[in-house]
């Protein structure tokens, strides 16, 4: 394996930004030299490295995106493990964490090692999979947990997904006693998605009424309202603060919920937040020229709420930013509100967003490396990944911020994605990952999947 030393770049970590050389060795960083520090030449600090001057451009660590979904197994027509971690990887993300609503649904040890078999030798990221609760599967996961089954342990999984408002998939979870339950669990994260699911039901009821089957694409964010967000994050936030729960709030998409979480946050340290690109950037008012390709769920909401978001990850409270990717066919999401369906592909573009966003809301660079890449290695326990140390694996993406792209083609299979003709901030130049030189000047340089397993 070929060493290197990225020469002259600008490092930016959660803890500041330093100008410097990081030294590659065998796959993992070796050192983090200063300028002041490097010689003349710099490669004579370690012959046989090959020197790559980055001229001032920035170096995160690879992103760590906790939240995707890559259709595989059983929706292969929209999207796999293979092609959508192609396409993260050329987006800077090095390593993702796969949802488990798939057909079949990863709720058992069974399915968990059989997605984890089918991405081995095939994923381009490093990868790694949550585990979803269901109303009748606490046994089989305290089984994994603690003493493991069919092969899996609970160090081959993330953390356990609840839908606490049914989305893609149907893996609802509305058993009182089976919620309760899984807040009880300590060793592992829970991550939910937060919809009352009373009250989508009464909306869209009082949609149909009103327009039949012809619901404009802007009652969208009526349907999935704003009160149903608040009415279940409230409960989920409630409910961690009685159990202690290492809770995971996933797609923030609302001021009040950020509020909600800024208050939870004082009484818990083990309460976390996420929000994703789509949140960050789009709003009600891309309903119009977008239509349903930027229909999601939860819903994109107001500026108001977007700016509310953009804050509190600047301020803090809300840790990581993931894509929530979830590619569909064009031909189905050019159908009717009724029939098309929810999801967004953005994976590949959410670096770029991310800074687009901190330009916009004078957001620092830290914060964006710690949401697009730390926080989601410490929150969910990643072993040597996510942060640019002594010792870690060499997962780093190369970006200069000075520069704007508009996206054109992406490489999702589903082929297309609300972000193009965009003009987003930065251009992402170089990928690396576990040590290889993959993304060289913006081409695809090696083909081949070098995604290890993460373990967790």
Same mark, same amino acid.
């Given at each position: 394996?070929?060493?290197?030393? /990225?020469?002259?770049?600008?490092?930016?970590?959660?803890?500041?930004?330093?100008?410097?050389?990081?030294?590659?060795?065998?796959?993992?960083?070796?050192?983090?030299?200063?300028?002041?520090?490097?010689?003349?030449?710099?490669?004579?600090?370690?012959?046989?490295?090959?020197?790559?001057?980055l001229g001032g451009k920035a170096v995160f660590a690879g992103g760590i995106d906790a939240h995707v979904h890559f259709r595989e197994p059983g929706m292969t027509h929209k999207a796999d493990i293979r092609s959508e971690s192609l396409a993260a990887l050329t987006g800077g993300v090095t390593s993702f964490i796969d949802m488990p609503n798939t057909n079949p649904p990863t709720t058992s040890a069974k399915a968990l090692a059989a997605k984890l078999e /089918?991405?081995?030798?095939?994923?381009?990221?490093n990868y790694g999979f949550h585990i979803g609760a269901t109303n009748d599967n606490f046994g089989e996961i305290l089984e994994?947990?603690?003493?493991?089954?069919?092969?899996?342990?609970?160090?081959?999984?993330? $953390?356990?997904?609840?839908?606490?408002?049914s989305s893609t998939g149907n893996m609802l979870v509305d058993n009182e006693a089976a919620l309760e339950k899984f807040f009880g669990i300590k060793e592992k994260v829970i991550l939910v998605h937060c919809e009352d699911e009373k009250t989508v039901r009464e909306n869209l009821l009082q949609a149909e009424k009103e327009y039949g089957e012809d619901i404009p694409?802007?009652?969208?964010? *009526?349907?999935?309202?704003?009160?149903?967000?608040?009415?279940?994050?409230?409960?989920?936030?409630?409910?961690a603060l009685k159990y202690g729960t290492r809770l995971h709030l996933l797609h923030i998409s609302t001021m009040e919920e950020t509020e909600m979480l800024r208050a939870a946050r004082l009484s818990s340290g083990?309460?976390?937040?996420?929000?994703s690109a789509n949140y960050l950037y789009f709003s009600d008012k891309d309903y119009d020229t977008l239509g349903t390709l930027v229909k999601c769920n939860p819903s994109i909401k107001t500026e108001s709420d977007r700016?509310?978001?953009?804050?509190?990850?600047?301020?803090?409270?809300?840790?990581?930013?993931?894509?929530?990717?979830?590619?569909?066919?064009?031909?189905?999401?050019?159908?009717?509100?009724?029939?098309?369906?929810?999801?967004?592909?953005?994976?590949? *573009?959410?670096?770029?967003? /991310?800074?687009?966003v901190a330009f916009e809301s004078d957001i620092p660079l830290?914060?964006?490396?710690?949401?697009?890449?730390?926080?989601?290695?410490?929150?969910?326990?990643?072993?040597?990944?996510?942060?640019?140390?002594? $010792?870690?694996?060499?997962?780093?993406?190369?970006?200069?911020t000075d520069v704007f792209?508009?996206?054109?083609?992406?490489?999702?299979?589903?082929?297309?994605?609300?972000? *193009?003709?965009?003009?987003?901030?930065?251009?992402?130049?170089?990928?690396?990952?576990n040590g290889r030189h993959v993304v060289e000047n913006s081409v695809l340089a090696d083909t081949t999947p070098h995604g290890e397993k993460i373990i967790f």
């Open positions: 394996m070929q060493n290197y030393i /990225l020469h002259n770049g600008k490092i930016v970590t959660g803890e500041g930004i330093t100008e410097g050389s990081v030294f590659i060795g065998d796959g993992r960083i070796r050192s983090i030299v200063p300028m002041d520090k490097m010689p003349e030449d710099p490669s004579s600090a370690c012959p046989g490295y090959k020197v790559i001057d /089918l991405a081995e030798g095939r994923s381009f990221a994994i947990i603690g003493k493991g089954k069919d092969g899996v342990t609970g160090r081959d999984f993330g $953390g356990i997904k609840i839908f606490m408002g694409v802007r009652m969208h964010e *009526q349907i999935r309202s704003r009160r149903a967000c608040i009415l279940s994050s409230a409960k989920a936030l409630e409910t083990t309460i976390t937040g996420e929000t700016a509310a978001v953009r804050a509190a990850l600047k301020n803090g409270i809300i840790g990581t930013a993931g894509s929530d990717h979830a590619p569909h066919l064009r031909s189905e999401k050019d159908r009717k509100y009724l029939s098309a369906p929810s999801g967004i592909p953005s994976v590949g *573009q959410s670096l770029q967003v /991310l800074l687009t830290t914060k964006i490396a710690a949401a697009f890449s730390e926080k989601a290695s410490e929150i969910f326990g990643i072993r040597d990944r996510g942060k640019i140390r002594e $010792g870690y694996f060499a997962d780093l993406a190369v970006v200069d792209q508009t996206i054109d083609e992406v490489a999702y299979k589903c082929g297309w994605s609300p972000y *193009q003709g965009r003009t987003l901030r930065g251009r992402i130049t170089d990928v690396f990952i």
